[in-house]
């Protein structure tokens, strides 16, 4: 079992920046890699950004340039710095852990960014 705890949301205008932290615990030496999502009303949930436990990178080519992810394997903690935010950033972001046993997911936190 992964545990996973995520915070840093809130509501910003848009030009803004917000980073998100996810932090992890239980059995985090399955953990392959971790992702975060986001789902807007009425959407399908979607992949944002994703790090390999080698610290691989890919993101969405919607926030490409403007988002990055890293993490600090010594805190078990994964991070999402969202720069130049837009309101079609709002959402509700998720941190997921990918593991051979399947997927943990966080409680989510939300992100509201104002025009």
């Known amino acids: 079992q992964v545990q996973l705890v995520e915070s840093g949301g809130g509501l910003v205008q848009a030009g803004g920046s917000l980073r998100l932290s996810c932090a992890a615990s239980g059995s985090i030496f399955n953990i392959n890699a971790m992702g975060w999502y986001r789902q807007a009303p009425g959407k399908q949930r979607e992949l944002v950004a994703h790090?390999?436990?080698?610290?691989?990178?890919n993101y969405a080519d919607s926030v490409k340039g403007r988002f990055t992810i890293s993490r600090d394997n010594a805190k078990n903690t994964v991070y999402l710095q969202m720069n130049s935010l837009k309101p079609e950033d709002t959402a509700v972001y998720y941190c997921a852990a990918l593991t051979v046993q399947g997927n943990y997911w966080g409680q989510g936190t939300q992100v509201t960014v104002s025009s």
């Open positions: 790090i390999t436990s080698g610290g691989g990178t």
